[in-house]
T-cell receptor
């Protein structure tokens, strides 16, 4: 399978703990995006990368969130000191062109107790 | 704040009928528009994209774009129970490919 891969698929954590999600994009794609989706809502943009450069970070992302894409390959999204409001599906997507055809991974569902 | 608006539904459609979904957007400069399908508990899957005014057909799906009125629609012909899902409208929000999504319309196809 050469699609976008995310890990872990599910994460349950206690409030205050740190969590990290990993995304492996489609291999030839140079753009990588992180979105967050809560029940009944569409995906909300968090951040995105062109190769290893982080181009934009949404105002939705507090200082507790950090994302990296070393060497322009896989990406990680870390949430420090998790809060119950962080509970959501974290979606990673990648694309090859600027046309906006994003291909999503299966997502990482976070539950903060 | 750029916005993408959709009716949340649910839109109940008899099997074999046409489902019509609408989406409006606030940024008059938007150029690219996308429809994604999302099954419950799954991630969004691209169905169609459209850039030019008019209709674009792909199998049972037709996307319609009217930039002057700032709306884009999706028609699903011969609806099947497997079409039951949430349909997300997305608009390309910048030159780098970032998409802004609506909240989605839930479609329920009844046998």
């Amino acid at each position: 399978d050469t699609g976008v891969s995310q890990d872990p698929r599910h994460k349950i954590t206690k409030r205050g703990q740190n969590v990290t999600f990993r995304c492996d994009p489609i291999s030839e794609h140079n753009r990588l995006y992180w979105y967050r989706q809560t029940l009944g809502q569409g995906p909300e943009f968090l951040t995105y990368f062109q190769n290893e450069a982080q181009l934009e970070k949404s105002r939705l992302l507090s200082d507790r969130f950090s994302a990296e894409r070393p060497k322009g390959s896989f990406s990680t999204l870390e949430i420090q000191r998790t809060e119950q409001g962080d509970s959501a599906m974290y979606l990673c997507a990648s694309s090859l062109f600027v046309t906006g055809e994003l291909f999503f991974g299966e997502g990482s569902r976070l539950t903060v107790l | 704040q750029k916005e993408v608006e959709q009716n949340s539904g649910p839109l109940s459609v008899p099997e074999g009928a046409i489902a019509s979904l609408n989406c409006t957007y606030s940024d008059r400069g938007s150029q690219s528009f996308f429809w994604y399908r999302q099954y419950s508990g799954k991630s969004p899957e691209l169905i169609m994209f459209i850039y030019s005014n008019g209709d674009k057909e792909d199998g049972r799906f037709t996307a319609q774009l009217n930039k002057a009125s700032q709306y884009v629609s999706l028609l699903i012909r011969d609806s099947q129970p497997s079409d039951s899902a949430t349909y997300l409208c997305a608009v390309k929000a910048d030159s780098w490919g970032k998409l802004q999504f609506g909240a989605g319309t839930q479609v329920v196809v009844t046998p």
